[in-house]
């Protein structure tokens, strides 16, 4: 009879049996939770930041300045219109609402034919007008700007009545000092706009166009580019937040050299 000696282990053993697993449910509810989210980012689009910032003009001087300079000249009505052009010179233009047409009464009073009156500013991303779009608008009350002396009566004092030139800045006169703009350039990515200019008279209740040039210092004085003499360039920094003017020529404006403006006459 054989005899047999078996040694037990003092551990454990273990028997890998090879199973295949697969594992078709894993991850489904994160697959379903990404579809869901497409489909609604498809339907109501995905979330954009539209936030604006405050952009301020750029300091000048050796940043003593920061102060925004314009100055809006009408062409004096006394003078009439359209044929009256071909013979004006460039003082025929002043800033002064008197040569608009209003009264020394009503600027002083602050009656509604002037108080209701304004400056309109649009900003295009384009100087060309058979493409540009209008992207905003800056609007400056004729309520604020400089003075000039007047008199209303021979038996009173000569009063100080408003003029269309404007010292803008931090403080004091501040409308029309600003451009809100979107914060963010991933949706819209503009920093330079082409500004145009006209005023409401609300004497007559119509828009008066502006150009960047009196029309008598033109060769031809109905008949010129207007992608040139109808708009400044305005260039925002987005680093420090600042935006500064340009003129026709690509020297900077609004600084101690005003932005000029002046009144454009239809051809009769």
């Known amino acids: 009879m054989n005899k047999y000696r078996f040694t037990l282990p003092e551990t454990d053993g273990y028997i890998n049996i090879p199973l295949e697993i697969k594992w078709d449910y894993y991850g489904r509810d994160t697959s379903?939770?990404?579809?869901?989210?497409?489909?609604?980012?498809?339907?109501?689009?995905?979330?954009?930041?539209?936030?604006?910032?405050?952009?301020?003009?750029?300091?000048?001087?050796?940043?003593?300045?920061?102060?925004?300079?314009?100055?809006?000249?009408?062409f004096d009505n006394t003078q009439g219109t359209g044929q009256d052009i071909l013979v004006a010179t460039t003082?025929?233009?002043?800033?002064?609402?008197?040569?608009?047409?209003?009264?020394?009464d009503q600027i002083y009073y602050y009656e509604n034919p002037f108080t209701k009156s304004f400056?309109?500013?649009?900003?295009?991303?384009?100087?060309?007008?058979?493409?540009?779009?209008?992207?905003?608008?800056?609007?400056?009350?004729?309520?604020?700007?400089?003075?000039?002396?007047?008199s209303i009566s021979p038996?009173?004092?000569?009063?100080?009545?408003?003029?269309?030139?404007?010292?803008?800045?931090?403080?004091?006169?501040?409308?029309?000092?600003y451009i809100y703009w979107l914060r963010d350039r991933t949706n819209i990515n503009i920093s330079t706009f082409y500004m145009s200019a006209k005023?409401?008279?609300?004497?007559?209740?119509?828009?008066?166009?502006?150009?960047?040039?009196?029309?008598?210092?033109?060769?031809?004085?109905?008949?010129?580019?207007?992608?040139k003499y109808f708009y400044y360039k305005v260039v925002l920094d987005y680093d420090k937040y600042t935006y500064s003017v340009f003129n026709n020529s690509g020297g900077r404006v609004g600084t101690d050299t005003p932005i000029k403006w002046y009144e454009y006459v239809n051809q009769p």
């Open 32 to 74: 379903i939770e990404k579809y869901e989210k497409s489909v609604l980012e498809e339907i109501i689009g995905s979330p954009k930041d539209f936030e604006i910032t405050r952009f301020s003009h750029e300091s000048y001087l050796n940043n003593t300045r920061t102060d925004l300079n314009y100055e809006f000249n009408f």
């Open 91 to 104: 003082s025929n233009w002043a800033p002064t609402y008197l040569n608009e047409g209003f009264s020394i």
């Open 119 to 150: 400056f309109k500013l649009d900003f295009y991303d384009t100087n060309d007008t058979a493409n540009q779009i209008l992207y905003f608008t800056i609007i400056i009350p004729v309520q604020q700007g400089g003075t000039e002396t007047a």
């Open 155 to 177: 038996i009173i004092p000569d009063v100080d009545i408003r003029t269309p030139i404007f010292k803008l800045d931090f403080v004091g006169d501040k409308e029309g000092f």
């Open 199 to 227: 005023f409401f008279n609300g004497r007559i209740g119509g828009f008066m166009r502006m150009m960047t040039d009196p029309q008598s210092t033109l060769p031809n004085k109905f008949l010129f580019d207007t992608n």
